[in-house]
């Protein structure tokens, strides 16, 4: 699909400097630009691109001006890497603006849907599943007994959503997550030996929830585990049976969460952070890479390491770890003068 630099322009209330008929089918970086490419230029340290690059049509900001000749023409906009992330979402809704149920899948004869629904092949719905208006269900997905699905949700392919789990609007699933498998319940006998708690529960995931591939989330023992509004997950991210994640809170790949620990709003946690279970971690906390987090945490702390310190004292520390070889040997003389 073709696009001139008016139509853009019009979408994201721009001016065009140059061709206004200049058409554009696909998106490049600056520096990669080639004919019929659209970029944008954002960053300064980046300027020197605009003068070589091939792109046919270049976002930029109004305060722009070129001090050299370019050949690409230019749409200027109040902000252009905010222009261009627009214009991203725009070019999702089209690519992914399928409809339509492909053959062969099993859409369950209970299940119910809304408009403009899309369900790939390969794909089961299974009975009494509820589903919004606009979702999109991509090849491969399995939605078990009881799910309910809101509105202008994507669910791509491969992800596994477990019965009786309940997903709200405008929310992403990507491949290989499973949403709604059993936590991990086993209750030890007096042989030693492991007997399964059944986990009878559910996932509960509200609004603009986005999850990345091969996440888990696990369904509660009893009661539900809760992915609150706008929360954001990254890729191989394990939550446990009974969490409860608070809003707009972000993690990032590869962190696990275990069971019945609640983590509060506006949180942004790094990669590789292991966290205990039944603790309380507050609003706004911050914790770094590679933690291990074993306590509680207070509102607006920041911490870093394993087990996790605040993060001004694990940096001081770290100064002193690292002279450690060169500590010892000092004491080591220090003694031997003494003795």
């Known amino acids: 699909m073709k696009f001139t630099a008016e139509q853009i322009a019009g979408i994201l209330e721009g001016e065009v400097v140059g061709n206004p008929n200049a058409e554009v089918s696909k998106l490049s970086k600056i520096e990669e630009g080639v004919e019929g490419s659209l970029t944008f230029l954002a960053n300064p340290k980046y300027i020197n ?26 749409i200027k906009v109040e902000d252009a890497y905010k222009s261009f992330s627009k214009l991203l979402e725009f070019y999702n809704q089209i690519k992914y603006n399928k409809t339509g149920i492909e053959i062969p899948c099993v859409l369950s004869e209970s299940a119910k849907h809304g408009e403009n629904f899309y369900l790939g092949a390969f794909s089961y719905v299974g009975e009494n599943v509820v589903i919004g208006d606009n979702v999109k269900i991509y090849p491969n997905s399995f939605i078990g007994d009881n799910v309910v699905i809101g509105d202008n949700t994507m669910i791509f392919s491969g992800a596994k959503i477990y019965s009786e789990s309940v997903i709200g609007n405008n929310c992403t699933i990507h491949s290989g997550a499973v949403i709604g498998a059993d936590g991990f319940g ?22 603009n929830v986005d999850i990345g591939s091969c996440t888990t989330i696990d369904r509660a023992t009893l009661g539900s585990t809760i992915i609150r509004r706008g929360v954001k997950l990254d890729n191989q991210i394990q939550i446990a049976h009974n969490v409860e994640i608070g809003k707009n809170t972000v993690i990032a790949s590869q962190t696990g969460v275990a069971g019945s620990t609640k983590i509060g709003e506006n949180c942004m946690i790094g990669g590789q952070v292991g966290i205990v279970g039944h603790i309380t971690i507050g609003n706004r906390v911050r914790i770094q890479a590679q933690s291990g987090i074993s306590r509680s945490l207070k509102d607006d702390e920041v911490v870093q390491g394993s087990p996790a310190l605040a993060y001004s004292d694990f940096n001081k520390s770290y100064v002193h770890f690292k002279n450690l070889p060169k500590i010892v040997s000092e004491i080591t003389e220090l003694k031997k003068k003494n003795n």
């Open 49 to 74: 691109y605009i003068y070589e690059t091939k792109a046919t049509i270049t976002i930029v900001n109004k305060t722009f001006e070129p001090e050299n000749d370019i050949s690409t023409t230019l």
């Open 186 to 207: 086993f209750a030890p006998d007096e042989n030693g030996e492991y007997s399964k708690v059944p986990q009878i529960g559910n996932v509960i995931i509200e609004d």
